[in-house]
């Protein structure tokens, strides 16, 4: 289990101190994040939270999913690896030569 969670289905309006508040009840938070849109800087309804030990990111698990917060009911599960998705291309497509 890591310490690094996953926590879905926030409000919009709920920001990052909010998040360390919310889950420092289940022990230290090293770090909170809400996702915000690069362009509009406007939340993206959820974020990450770092916990200090396995054993606290456990309880934030146990005590914080499916609960309700601000009105939606929050998903806190550990967070998966990012995944690589790549960079560039910009390719130009295959399709023929007219000549």
């Known amino acids: ?6 926590c879905g289905n ?30 509009s800087g406007r939340s993206k309804g959820f ?8 054993s606290d990111a456990q309880a934030a698990i146990t005590g914080l ?8 009911s929050l998903t806190v599960s550990e967070a998966k690896p990012r995944e690589n998705r790549g960079g560039g291309g910009g390719g130009y497509g295959g399709g023929g030569s007219r000549y």
């Open 10 to 39: 926030l409000s919009y309006n709920v920001s990052s101190s909010d998040l360390e508040q919310l889950f420092s009840q289940f022990g230290t938070v090293e770090s909170a994040q809400v996702i915000a849109d690069r362009d």
């Open 65 to 72: 999913h499916e609960t309700e917060h601000d009105g939606r």
């Open 47 to 54: 974020g990450f939270v770092e916990m200090s030990n396995d």
């Open 1 to 6: 289990m890591g310490n690094k969670l996953y």
